[in-house]
C-alpha cells in the first residue's frame, strides 16, 4: 500500500519568508508525528498528534513553528520568518496509535 | 530527558565481515527500541524493533539486536554484511509513558567494500 509521502520534496527559499510542508499519512493512521534532521544528525522530535489535536509540541523550537492537522489525516508544518539555521529535511512519519512510525522521504528545507 | 548515544559515527567494512554497531541509551523506565536503516538516496525504513518479550530480536536482511536492559544497550548485529548493507543505521527510543516521540542517536554510517 502507499506509505507517507511528503511534498514539495525541495524547497528553497529566502530568509523572512514563510514555508508550508505538507505530509499525507498512511491511511488509518491515527498518529502523525514531525522530526527535523540537520546534517550529519539523527532525526529530532518536533511535534506528535493524535487525531486533530496536538498531543506533544514540546519538541518546536520556538513560536516561528506551528502545525495542524484539521481532519486528522493529512498534516502541514508551517515555518514563518525562516532563518537559515531551518535549513534541514523535515520529516513526517505516521504510526497506529503507539505502535511503529513509517517515515516519509522528508521535505528538504533550504533557506538562503 | 532521554538520549541516545551510537558510538561509531562511521564503520568501514570488507564482504563477509561481521558487524555490531553500538547503541546506548539513557532513560530508567520501560523502553521500546528500535534500528532504522536509511539506504542512500531513500527514506528511513525499520529494520527491527523490540517492544517487550525475548530481549534477542531478529529483523530484516539477516539483522539482529541484543537488549541488555542493566547496559541500557541495544546493539546491533549481522553475522556476515554484503555490499548492499551500505547505509546509514539509527538506533531510536521510545520512553514508554514519556511520550510517544522517539529519541535517535546520532546515527551510523556504514560503507561495506565489494
Known amino acids: 500500500g502507499a506509505g507517507v509521502s511528503q511534498t514539495p520534496s525541495n524547497k528553497v527559499t529566502e530568509k523572512g519568508k514563510y514555508v508550508e510542508l505538507r505530509c499525507d499519512p498512511i491511511?488509518?493512521?491515527?498518529?502523525l508525528y514531525w522530526y527535523r534532521q540537520s546534517l550529519g544528525q539523527g532525526p529530532e522530535f518536533l511535534i506528535y498528534?493524535?487525531?486533530?489535536?496536538?498531543?506533544?509540541d514540546s519538541g518546536l523550537p520556538n513560536d516561528r513553528f506551528f502545525a495542524v492537522r484539521p481532519e486528522g489525516s493529512v498534516s502541514t508544518l508551517k515555518i514563518q520568518r525562516t532563518e537559515r539555521g531551518d535549513s534541514a529535511v523535515y520529516l513526517c512519519?505516521?504510526?497506529?496509535?503507539?505502535?511503529?512510525?513509517?517515515f516519509g522521504p522528508g521535505t528538504r528545507l533550504t533557506v538562503l | 530527558a532521554q538520549s541516545v548515544s551510537q558510538h561509531n559515527h562511521h564503520v568501514i567494512l570488507s564482504e563477509a565481515a561481521s558487524l555490531e554497531l553500538g547503541c546506548n541509551y539513557s532513560?530508567?523506565?520501560?523502553?521500546?527500541l528500535f534500528w532504522y536503516v536509511q539506504y542512500p538516496g531513500q527514506h528511513l525504513q525499520l529494520l527491527l524493533k523490540?517492544?517487550?518479550?525475548?530481549?534477542l530480536v531478529k529483523g530484516i536482511k539477516g539483522f539482529e539486536a541484543e537488549f541488555i536492559k542493566s547496559k541500557f544497550s541495544f546493539n546491533l548485529r549481522k553475522p556476515s554484511v554484503q555490499w548492499s548493507d551500505t547505509a546509514e543505521y539509527f538506533c531510536?527510543?521510545?520512553?514508554?509513558?514519556?511520550?510517544?516521540?522517539?529519541?535517535f542517536g546520532g546515527g551510523t554510517r556504514l560503507m561495506v567494500k565489494p
Open positions: 512519519a505516521s504510526s497506529p496509535a503507539g505502535d511503529t512510525q513509517y
Open positions: 491511511s488509518g493512521h491515527t498518529a
Open positions: 498528534f493524535q487525531g486533530t489535536g496536538a498531543a506533544d
Open positions: 532513560y530508567g523506565g520501560t523502553v521500546n
Open positions: 523490540y517492544f517487550s518479550g525475548d530481549p
Open positions: 531510536a527510543v521510545n520512553a514508554v509513558g514519556a511520550g510517544n516521540m522517539l529519541t
